[in-house]
């Protein structure tokens, strides 16, 4: 046994603590990280947190219909809100959050969409002018 080991550790210079190697593949399980496998944190504080779920599709269904709705301007007002927080049964925060993701994934897509469209029917309706003028 090396001298500098202590009495404890058979000649092995590295720590037994649980969480020394937290390499996912080390073979303990979730190898010494906090979140373990079935989504429920494993925090020394005793709160378990779930991991969070889709909404549901009918509460989506009707945020979405709103969305593109007033898609020149996807920003509900309080009172806008209010209403979609009767429909949905979600919290402000949540609904905030979900237009927030929404603009963020949703509106440049749909920009991208319409500005192509506009060019289609832009370059069709050129085409017939022209092919008028030539008659």
Do not use: C
Not at 54 to 69: C, S
Not at 86 to 95: E, F, H, R, V
């Amino acid at each position: 046994m090396h001298p500098s080991y202590g009495s404890g550790h058979q000649d092995y210079p590295y720590s037994t603590s649980p969480y020394y190697d937290r390499s996912p593949f080390s073979g303990g399980g979730n190898g010494g990280y906090p979140m373990s496998f079935d989504g429920i944190s494993d925090h020394a504080d005793g709160k378990q947190k779930r991991r969070r779920g889709n909404l549901p599709k009918a509460v989506t269904d009707t945020l979405r219909v709103w969305f593109t709705e007033h898609i020149a301007h996807p920003y509900p007002t309080e009172e806008e809100k209010q209403i979609l927080m009767a429909k949905t049964g979600l919290t402000i925060s949540q609904i905030s959050n979900w237009f927030i993701n929404a603009r963020r994934r949703s509106l440049p897509q749909m920009t991208k969409q319409a500005q192509t469209e506009a060019e289609i029917r832009d370059s069709q309706g050129g085409s017939i002018t022209a092919s008028k003028m030539r008659s």
